[in-house]
């Protein structure tokens, strides 16, 4: 911090340290500072301030110290307050001084005797408190796990929060649903973004809410007015969650209920049934609204497991459900018969047919009766029953290689184009059918590519947007067509 020609410098480990920088006094510059005080005793000053005579800093664990500096090369303990916490930031307006305190929230405190800074007010946000600022009438608190805490100040007795945003960190999978992007955002939880359902836009998104999963979250699914969360390494359960089916919306999401499941990563319902790809478990069915168990959002049941080798994603559609399954050791396309070809149940599915590929396969799209999948090597194609190919008798019919080493992950496919993301950022669009190129389900045309930030894990075609969820690069809106 700058004041007066004097640079104020914390040594994280060693105290405060006083520079001249330009004060005409001791010779020192922007170019070649001179050291003329230091206060030893401060370990872990994670921020300075000054005002006047006065210097504050934040010394973690040892809480805000107020030093005399009216003598900068003989600076003096003026005042120390210990909130029982971690001092991190603080910030100072007419004539208040703000700090964010980690578990404490934000702290106000009246600068009315500036050597003794007295307590004014305190507002307690969700999480840990990183950072503050200030404008106008709002104090602005960075909240590790819970985003950004818009506080009103006008009564700084009575601090009181009138505005959140989160901001989505890890997201896995996404789903969009009347207006509202779902992300599953890793140990973040569930978060939704308005995105015009409650008057956001694509160009300008908000995020209106977050549920908190207890561990990992990595596949999101909704429906009905419910939206189902499962967890990857360290989630133990598949959670059941209201957003919009009874007293929960998409500004409230409120826990229904639960059921064991690990590593559960894609989810889709179609009927009474919730299936859901399980990695090393393989394929998974729920009963959740009143099938043969009984099952309810309140009371989901575990029916039946059918082992496959590492389950990833899947797609559920007229009575099969379609699994793109494998590493790079054992890979497979699977179809399950689930009602449509009579031969399996809703509740019991068996293996229509399968079909094995020399590279792992990560994720699965339908659309006009051919199956869009992802995987190591790029995009392959199967008729499922839109050419001459059937759910039970599935053939590959196209595909597209990388050319250098990727991962194809999410994948969508709608009106003759195709999208795929990737694990090196990559984002690609095909020409399959549209006519803008010369592209056909058996020879998908590559048109156009986009690098994003993060490992991309899932993507999502809405109107005319694309909703990617970037491991570390958060959510990314791509405009894909006028």
């Known amino acids: 911090y700058e004041q007066d020609g004097l640079a104020f410098v914390g040594d994280y480990e060693n105290g405060l340290r006083i520079f001249d920088v330009g ?23 994670e921020d300075i301030i000054a005002l006047g005579s006065y210097a504050y800093f934040a010394a973690g664990s040892q809480g805000i110290i107020t030093l005399d500096i009216s ?29 964010a305190v980690d578990t404490g929230g934000l702290i106000i405190f009246s600068l009315s005797n500036p050597a003794a800074p007295s307590w004014a007010g305190n507002y307690d946000t969700p999480g840990n408190s990183l950072g503050v600022c200030k404008s106008g009438d709002y104090a602005y608190i960075a909240d590790y796990h819970y985003g950004l805490r818009k506080i009103a100040v006008t009564n700084p007795s009575q601090p009181s929060e009138v505005g959140k945003y989160f901001t989505p960190v890890n997201p896995y999978d996404l789903q969009v649903e009347g207006g509202y ?48 969360v499962g967890g990857g390494w360290f989630g133990n359960y598949m959670y059941v969650v209201d957003v919009g089916a009874g007293s929960g919306s998409p500004t409230n999401p409120i826990f229904t209920g639960q ?16 299936y859901a790809a399980c990695y090393d478990e393989g394929l998974k069915v729920f009963d959740v609204d009143g099938g043969v168990l009984g099952g309810s ?54 293996i229509a047919d399968s079909h094995i590929t020399p590279d792992h396969l990560y994720d699965v799209n339908l659309f006009d009766g051919y199956a869009f999948v992802s995987g190591g090597d790029g995009l392959r194609v199967f008729d499922v029953g ?13 595909s597209w290689k990388f050319s250098g080493v990727e991962l194809g992950r999410g994948i969508f496919a709608r009106d003759g184009y195709a999208f795929m993301v990737c694990s090196n950022g990559m984002m690609y669009a095909f020409d399959v059918g549209s006519g803008i190129a010369e592209g056909s389900v058996d020879n998908p045309q590559m048109i ?11 993507v999502v075609v809405d109107g005319q947007y694309a909703y990617i969820a970037s491991h570390i690069g958060g959510m990314r809106i791509v405009k894909v067509w006028e």
């Open 23 to 45: 004060d005409g006094t001791w010779g020192g510059s922007h170019s070649n500072p001179v050291e003329i005080s230091f206060v030893s005793g401060y370990s872990h000053i």
């Open 71 to 99: 003598e900068p090369w003989l600076p003096k303990l003026a005042n120390s307050f210990v909130p029982g916490t971690w001092a991190y930031d603080l910030w100072i307006d007419n004539g208040y001084l703000y700090a």
């Open 181 to 228: 992007v779902y992300l599953a955002d890793s140990s973040m939880g569930l978060e939704v973004v308005d995105i015009g359902g409650g008057g956001a836009s694509p160009e300008e998104p908000l995020t209106v809410a977050r549920w908190d999963y207890p561990n990992d979250s990595r596949g999101v699914f909704v429906k009905d007015g419910y939206a189902y």
């Open 259 to 274: 059921c064991n499941s690990i590593h559960t990563y894609g989810l889709q319902k179609m009927g009474e049934y919730l």
């Open 297 to 350: 959002p309140s009371n989901p049941k575990h029916v039946k497991t059918v082992p496959t080798n590492t389950a990833w994603e899947l797609w559920a559609e007229d009575g099969y459900v379609y699994v793109a399954d494998g590493n790079n050791f054992q890979a497979r396309f699977y179809v399950f018969d689930v009602g449509g070809g009579g031969v399996g149940t809703p509740s019991s599915p068996v």
């Open 386 to 398: 839109g050419g001459t190919g059937a759910p039970n008798d599935i053939i590959e019919v196209g």
């Open 448 to 458: 156009d590519s986009l690098s994003l930030p993060g490992d991309l894990f899932a």
